[in-house]
């Protein structure tokens, strides 16, 4: 007690720094150290590139600014550009869309399956046409997509696939083959809520040394001394060549997507114990599961894990089927959960086609409604899409939260499921 009768003031610890108790502190004072330059192991970019592509078997990893970029960057190494297509799920965030976009390509959308939530391999095969370049397969909520049918398409065709693995860290598919690892390219995001944060960020993995050295180019202005493998844009490597007015540096476009030392120092702590931070998503899925089936609740049905697949949770995903069942609306679902102790229930986001901006594109190919139109060869470009499984889906979409590492805030999250589907169960509202 402090003198006045004033209570000592207690540190309050957000539940979610568990996440950031290994090295991160370090290897940022490394970086800090440094002065921003190359310490004797290397930069830190480099470092995590080379930690993150031998945890995931491949030979290539390159940082980025996003888990945008990161599409952004195989689309374009691909070949991607304007008068392509490229095949995206309507269900997935609007990054996902705004990717392709980027190229001056069209997204085209197609359905998912009802059961598993993910890309239908049938829909993709309707939807291919001689534009077709590349198929984005999504890893939603940490289960891998059905990537057999999805390369059989795509070898039938000719066609390149990126996976879109920002949820989905380590889940394999029933050949054991890590999710990202499959396709030509694998996309992941750092962004805070994922299994593997660096507060924002993304990486790409591959084992093609052309597309790593166009992703990494086109990430980094299109400097020459950058390769596949690395290399720096400036640096005592090249301290000569930049003090010569002759020197020519760049020879391919490029953005500039180059990720912070900071970030990769925390990234590289990070996948010293990316097992234990999927563990730790898969642990609390368990439990969510655990309390559907003790209840005897038929009515939150859970995304379905095929045989042979690992799915890791960035979300526990269900379909919510109680509005039928017990006449409680999604929302009074998630309203008493949250009144029960529960973090609260996220929606699925509205399909990409849906958005407005989407519409505002289509439409009168603008991307301001006050702006001329900047876009007018995409003017149309949604006429004629609809996906009938992924429309009657996304508003019964719930989405658990899976981040906890604290058992205690865990339980906190089963107890108020328990008594939610309790609550319900007992009030007798059956139609």
């Known amino acids: 007690m402090k003198k006045g009768g004033n ?51 491949v030979k290539y990893a ?33 990054m996902c869309g705004y990717a392709v976009l980027y190229t001056g390509a069209k997204p085209v959308f197609v359905d998912v399956d009802p059961e598993t939530f993910l890309m239908d391999p049938k829909d993709v095969e309707r939807k291919i046409t001689r534009r077709t370049r590349a198929i984005m397969p999504v890893h939603l909520y940490g289960q891998v997509c059905d990537m057999d049918a999805i390369m059989r398409i795509a070898r039938r065709h000719k066609l390149y696939v990126l996976e879109d693995c920002a949820q989905c860290y380590l889940g394999t598919d029933h050949k054991g083959r890590i999710g ?28 093609d040394k052309v597309l790593a050295e166009r992703m990494r180019k086109f990430g980094c202005f299109g400097f020459k001394t950058v390769k596949a493998e690395g290399g720096q844009a400036r640096g005592k490597v090249v301290k000569d060549n930049f003090q010569n007015p002759k020197w020519l540096r760049h020879d391919t476009f490029g953005f500039s997507f180059r990720m912070p030392e900071t970030s990769a120092a925390i990234g590289l702590a990070q996948v010293e114990k990316i097992n234990y931070l999927v563990k730790k998503r898969q642990q609390i899925a368990a ?5 559907i089936k003790d209840t005897g609740c038929d009515w939150l049905i859970p995304q379905k894990v095929p045989v042979g697949y690992v799915n890791t949770y960035y979300t526990l995903a269900v379909r919510y089927e109680g509005e039928t069942k017990l006449n409680v609306s999604w929302y009074d ?22 958005e407005p901006v989407m519409r505002l594109i289509s439409e009168e190919g603008r991307y301001f409604k006050d702006l001329k139109p900047q876009a007018p060869t995409l003017k149309g470009f949604l006429e004629g ?9 996304q508003p019964k979409l719930m989405q658990f939260t899976a981040n906890q590492g604290i058992e205690a805030d865990m339980d906190l999250q089963i107890n108020a499921l328990k008594k939610t589907i309790n609550h319900f169960q007992r009030s007798g509202l059956k139609n």
């Open 180 to 207: 990202g690892t499959i396709g030509h390219v694998g996309s992941f995001s750092f962004e805070n809520t994922k299994h593997v944060s660096t507060g924002d960020g993304g990486i790409l993995i591959t084992d």
């Open 385 to 393: 899409v609809r996906c009938s499984q992924a429309e009657r889906l």
């Open 7 to 57: 209570m000592a003031r207690t540190k309050v610890v957000p539940s979610n720094s568990w996440r950031f108790k290994g090295n991160e502190l370090k290897y940022i004072k490394e970086v800090l150290d440094s002065g921003f330059g190359s310490s004797k192991y290397g930069t830190m970019n480099a470092r995590f590139e080379r930690a993150f592509a031998d945890r995931f078997g």
């Open 333 to 354: 679902f998630r309203k008493k959960f949250m009144e029960l102790g529960g973090d609260g229930i996220y929606a699925a986001w509205a399909l990409v086609y849906d």
């Open 287 to 291: 439990k969510y599961l655990k309390a």
């Open 62 to 94: 390159i940082t980025s600014t996003s888990g945008t970029s990161t599409l952004h960057q195989a689309l374009i190494a691909f070949g991607v550009g304007p008068g392509d297509e490229v095949i995206v799920p309507a269900l997935t965030v609007i």
